[in-house]
């Protein structure tokens, strides 16, 4: 990988899981998401502060790839880096690990559009553009474990 990235890890909650213990599928974008909020937060700026600005990015394509389960009482490590920003556009990517061993669960991307407050498609603002192209600089905040990756 030669891009910056930030992995958080945590545990796997109970509500994430089916009867049998396992994460359900739709567990692995809330947890894409909470590596998008971490990034944005090793960069220097929480989501709600894009929001403020009167930017919001919306997430309008998805897509992960299942490899192995995950199981209730797990730590698992979401890594997280920009794939790409457009002028209009950006997309993040994710690997999922458990931390125990390794072993690659699932990976995916999730493309977002820059919106206004009204809904309206506009240009990324440029302060935004600055602190996605300089990548993580910090730990990020809140109760998981946060480890900010080098390029390389």
Request: hydrophobic fraction near 40%; include cysteine.
């Amino acid at each position: 990988m030669d891009k910056p990235s930030v992995s958080t890890t945590f545990y796997v909650r109970y509500a994430e899981t089916d009867q049998m213990g396992i994460v359900h599928h739709s567990a692995y974008l809330i947890w894409f998401e909470e590596g998008r909020s971490q990034y944005l937060r090793a960069c220097g700026a929480d989501y709600a502060e894009v929001e403020r600005s009167g930017a919001f990015f919306a997430v309008v394509e998805a897509h992960a790839r299942y490899e192995a389960p995950a199981r209730y009482g797990e730590r698992v490590v979401v890594r997280t880096w920009v794939e790409e920003v457009r002028s209009r556009m950006l997309t993040f990517g994710y690997a999922v690990h458990r931390a125990g061993d390794g072993q690659r669960l699932a990976t995916g991307w999730t493309r977002h559009v820059c919106l206004d407050a009204t809904g309206r498609v506009i240009p990324i603002p440029e302060r935004w553009r600055r602190l996605l192209a300089r990548g993580p600089q910090a730990p990020a905040f809140g109760d998981q474990t946060v480890q900010v990756e080098p390029a390389g």
